[in-house]
């Protein structure tokens, strides 16, 4: 079975702070993906990687970045977070893209306060 | 870029009573279309998916339906028991190394 973990379940944050968000995935998945789930707004990219140190922007990769460096681990960072970046973050792993579906991890509510 | 909508947003059936769930979708080239659980509090998991050369897909009391004429595709729950209550997400996609573009989700509430 699939396993995609991140780090933390719940975030507390102050405004300004610098925050990093960890997804490991143990599948030997090549792609792995960035979203936010806001209600009534459902799951939006923000960013992906179809490979080591490959990086795409989603539809909202403002105020984020990632970093992934090694095949299994893709991170997520909120450069200086915001009250906006209140969210639930959820990391997804997949073979081949998007034709075989994702497999997402639990995901990280955050709190930027 | 793809853009998926989905209806409704919530669907409150009684229990044994069938739900349907719609989405619609903006990009003619998407040819795959997974749905998506997610439970109170937990990840939203791959429950069925179709490919665009398929117009029908059932396992057990749950189906999915796609026209591809109509750039629509349905879920459809037959039987419904409270353990059916969740979110559910739709999601479309052109295959290959793209990226999945998800509907809003459709909170489904199945009372006894």
């Known amino acids: 079975d699939v396993k995609v973990t991140q780090s933390s379940r719940y975030l507390v944050k102050r405004t300004g702070e610098k925050v990093f968000l960890e997804c490991v995935q143990d599948?030997?998945?090549?792609?792995m993906f960035w979203y936010r789930q806001d209600p009534g707004l459902g799951l939006r990219l923000i960013y992906f990687?179809?490979?080591?140190?490959?990086?795409e922007k989603g539809d909202i990769p403002e105020g984020y970045s990632v970093s992934r460096e090694k095949k299994e681990r893709f991170s997520l960072i909120l450069e200086s977070a915001s009250t906006n970046q209140t969210s639930m973050y959820l990391c997804?792993?997949?073979?081949?893209?998007?034709?075989?579906?994702?497999?997402f991890g639990s995901g990280t509510r955050l709190t930027v306060v | 870029g793809e853009n998926v909508e989905q209806h409704p947003s919530t669907l409150s059936v009684q229990e044994g009573d069938s739900a349907v769930i719609k989405c619609t979708y903006s990009?003619?080239?998407?040819?795959?279309f997974p749905w998506y659980k997610q439970e109170l509090g937990k990840r939203p998991q791959l429950i069925i998916d179709?490919?665009?050369?398929?117009g029908e897909k059932k396992d057990q009391r749950i189906a999915v339906t796609l026209n591809k004429t109509a750039k629509h595709f349905s879920l459809h729950i037959t039987e419904t028991q409270p353990e059916d209550s969740a979110v559910y997400f739709c999601?479309?996609?052109?295959?290959?190394?793209?990226?999945?573009?998800f509907g809003k989700g459709t909170m489904l509430l199945v009372s006894p």
């Open positions: 990009d003619s080239a998407s040819n795959y």
């Open positions: 990687s179809y490979d080591v140190k490959m990086k």
């Open positions: 997804a792993s997949s073979q081949q893209g998007a034709a075989y579906g994702y497999t």
């Open positions: 999601a479309a996609s052109i295959g290959g190394y793209s990226t999945l573009t």
């Open positions: 179709i490919r665009s050369n398929v």
């Open positions: 599948m030997d998945h090549e792609n």
